[in-house]
């Protein structure tokens, strides 16, 4: 290596004498670039022949990059390589500089020798290369003797990085009992080294702990299991230690390691299992249906969902009176009476078994296992316990006090059959309509019963043991009070009809039905007919209609309103009950004037109103609104009508100070209706052929309310209504005359005052002082 470095040095100087090269010493291999027109800042060469530039030479093979190992601990600077051109005779007149990056802090030059030195450690993983520049110059005049050459330092890896595993320690799971190979997880370490430099990022997996239960790939880190039926119920946690080491695994090569905590999950592999094959409990003879007899357990040895329980009853064998539940709290089977016992004891066999089956586990044999329980009953002494769960009975209202309405009855089924006493539980019958017999259990009346106050009385029987009263049952007791015909019916409600002038035979003008505060128990049956008394009406009669309802029917045609308005028509209710009750009703007909339809057309106000159920105080409320409404409407207009003459003028005294203010569109000369526009004017300019004073005909005067009046033409932010601008004139010749306070000095000093004794009290201050005044002037004239 050397010999052939030397040769192609040799080479170089011979074929491109005159250019700047750069020399390093033997190390590995080095890369090399031919630097001519592909790399504009390539090494040139400079003749020294007067001329102030440079002139291209001939180039040949040069080194355009140094190697520095990193991590160099000598204690004297790293030598990097030696930069040199043939205009050196070694005479000292030629300087070398360094420049780029780390030039004069990581890399020095020797400006004489052109010796490239590192002042100190350097690390690949941070920074992998340096690139700088070196030129030559004149050590006098520091002229450039030849271009810039720019060139790389790399520093050269070595192996002081070990692999790492940056995401450990790892958690995996593997089901239990899998196959061997069975992929767990796979991990994966990284080396900061150069990967493209020897073997130092090259790195190798191995397995320091957790054989033989599982292996790694050496290349990808891909862990399996090696050991085939692995039990979780034998054993559930692993601890693997996995090593990567680089240098391929090679001796001296740096190694990391990390640890894989690998869980056996839960597969269905176990049966449940009775702790025993037989369980003794006891159920009292007093026990309820739906009452918990005990609580069997099968245990599972696996976990979750595959340790759920099932548990029923061997058909056949006792199902019919119990049953087995589950509990979703701790997986137990608990016991329950589906009926009330009447035998010594019992025997049931009952099976646990999985919710969940796994069908790879079908030929280990069937999931489940069967345990016998024996239940004896035990006897107790029991209350009472009545015939019924419930009674119902019925009395007719009013019945004499002491009828009995029926009976109740209970009896002592332990072995000592005690007699049975009888009472009302006074809570439910606090107005004691009842009694009942202490012994025989009949109940009877003790009040008059009203249907139409109670229809349904509910009390409670209680019935007790003689030689224990502390044992006592209850029983509840319905008592229907049933209906006697005691009320008459009538009609549903006061109707009032109408018959047209034109009406015609056998015509049915109104339907009516009838009510009744009676209950019967099959509902009401009413029938209807006309009075006896007025058999012999020959205007209308009553058809019954057979369902309750009946109708008025004309017997005539032709009435008329002159001869009678209205006919009064008695009718006679009766219902079906017993005994028979009856009552006569009046329904009252109006004669009214109709269209050939049939439909009413006049007729009174009332009776106009009355087929909609209105009366004679609902129209006269009605029309009584409709006339303060009118009032009020009629108030209202009159107002508005008042109110807009005032805004219009509201003072006549003095028209000119007037404020019109409306908000519609102004009339033009219709507004000035309002008021006398004359009024406006100056009475004083009248003179003569409305003539102007003659101090009015100033230039200025003139020029100054032309003026204003072109400001108002074009105001934007004038009223938008009509208005009225006028100008008049102060001082001689207005009607103001002359303001100035100058000519206000000029006064009458024998004016009188006293006119201001007449103004009141407010004023007496002032009449006094003027009046005093006036005494002064009088004294100076005389």
Not at 58 to 71: A, P, T
Not at 446 to 473: C, F, G, M, W, Y
Request: hydrophobic content about 35%; charged content about 25%.
């Amino acid at each position: 290596m050397l010999t052939r470095n030397c040769l192609l040095l040799f080479l170089w100087f011979v074929f491109d004498k005159g250019s700047l090269s750069l020399v390093r010493p033997p190390g590995p291999p080095l890369s090399r670039s031919r630097l001519g027109k592909e790399n504009p800042r390539s090494l040139a060469g400079s003749m020294r022949n007067g001329a102030s530039g440079f002139q291209r030479v001939k180039r040949g093979w040069v080194w355009n990059q140094f190697f520095v190992l990193e991590e160099y601990m000598g204690s004297d600077p790293q030598y990097v390589g030696k930069l040199h051109t043939d205009l050196d005779k070694g005479e000292s007149e030629v300087k070398y500089t360094l420049m780029g990056e780390g030039a004069g802090s990581i890399f020095t030059i020797d400006a004489t020798t052109g010796d490239i030195h590192a002042l100190r450690s350097l690390d690949r993983e941070v920074k992998p290369y340096y690139t700088l520049r070196a030129q030559a110059v004149d050590i006098d005049t520091n002229r450039p003797l030849e271009p810039e050459s720019e060139f790389v330092i790399k520093v050269q890896d070595i192996n002081d990085n070990e692999p790492k595993f940056l995401e450990g320690p790892y958690t995996a799971s593997v089901p239990e009992m899998s196959p061997v190979g069975t992929y767990v997880m796979q991990v994966t370490a990284t080396d900061a080294d150069d990967p493209t430099y020897g073997n130092s990022a090259r790195v190798v997996y191995s397995i320091l702990h957790g054989q033989p239960y599982f292996s790694v790939d050496p290349k990808t880190g891909i862990i399996r299991t090696a050991l085939p039926n692995m039990d979780r119920e034998v054993k559930e946690q692993y601890q693997v230690l996995i090593q990567a080491k680089d240098m391929g695994g090679q001796l001296g090569g740096l190694a990391g390691t990390t640890t894989i905590n690998i869980t056996l999950s839960d597969v269905n592999d176990n049966p449940p299992r009775f702790s025993k094959s037989f369980f003794h409990l006891r159920v009292p003879e007093s026990s309820a249906v739906g009452f918990a007899v005990g609580r069997i357990k099968a245990h599972d040895l696996d976990i979750g969902k595959n340790a759920e329980v099932e548990y029923n009853v061997v058909p056949g064998d006792g199902d019919n009176m119990f049953d087995i539940l589950t509990s979703e709290h701790n997986q137990e089977g608990i016991i329950i009476l589906k009926r009330v016992s009447v035998f010594i004891s019992h025997v049931v066999s009952g099976y646990a078994s999985n919710a969940h089956l796994d069908p790879r586990f079908h030929s280990l044999g069937a999931f489940k296992d069967t345990a016998t329980v024996k239940i004896n009953v035990l006897d107790v002494d029991e209350p009472p316990v009545f015939t019924k769960p419930s009674y119902e009975m019925d009395v007719y209202e009013d019945s004499p006090v002491g009828d009995i309405i029926g009976a109740v009855t209970a009896q002592d089924l332990d072995a000592s059959n005690s007699p049975v006493r009888y009472s009302i539980d006074w809570k439910s019958d606090l107005d004691s309509y009842f009694d009942i017999d202490p012994v025989e259990g009949t109940i009877s009346t003790n009040e008059l019963l009203d249907r139409e106050h109670i229809a349904q009385h509910n009390i409670t029987i209680v019935a007790t043991k003689l030689n224990s009263p502390v044992l006592t049952s209850r029983v509840a007791v319905t008592i229907h009070v049933l209906d006697v015909n005691e009320f008459s019916p009538e009609l549903a409600i006061p109707y009032e009809s109408f018959v047209c002038e034109n009406a015609k035979v056998g015509q049915v003008i109104q339907t009516f039905s009838a009510k009744d505060q009676d209950l019967p128990q099959n509902g009401h049956k009413f029938s209807f007919k006309p009075s006896e008394k007025d058999i012999n009406n020959k205007n209308f009669t009553i058809r019954d209609f057979g369902n309750n309802t009946a109708g008025i029917v004309t017997l005539q045609s032709g009435f008329r309103r002159r001869s009678q308005k209205i006919y009064f028509l008695p009718v006679v209710i009766q219902d079906s009950g017993y005994p028979v009750q009856s009552s006569t009703g009046i329904l009252i007909i109006r004669v009214c004037g109709c269209e050939s339809d049939g439909s009413l057309l006049t007729c009174s106000a009332e009776a106009i109103f009355l087929p909609v159920g209105l009366s004679t105080g609902a129209l006269i409320a009605i029309l009584l609104c409709i006339v303060i409404l009118l009032v009020i409407v009629v108030l209202y207009v009159g107002l508005r009508r008042q109110n807009k003459k005032e805004t219009l003028m509201t003072s006549k005294e003095d028209i000119r100070d007037n404020v019109i203010h409306y908000d519609d569109e102004g009339g033009g000369e219709e507004d000035t209706h309002a008021f006398d526009m004359g009024t406006l004017c100056n009475p004083k300019t009248k003179t003569g052929k409305n003539q102007l004073p003659v101090s009015q005909d100033s230039a200025d005067i003139c020029n100054f309310i032309n003026q204003r009046l072109k400001e108002n033409d074009v105001d934007n932010s004038a009223p938008p209504y009509d208005s009225l601008a006028t100008y008049a004139y102060e001082g001689e010749g207005s009607v103001a005359e002359s303001l100035s306070s100058i000519e206000s000095l000029v006064v009458d000093t024998n004016e009188d005052y006293d006119y201001l004794n007449e103004w009141g009290p407010r004023f007496k201050t002032l009449a006094g002082i003027f009046g005093e005044a006036n005494q002064d002037n009088a004294v100076q004239s005389m």
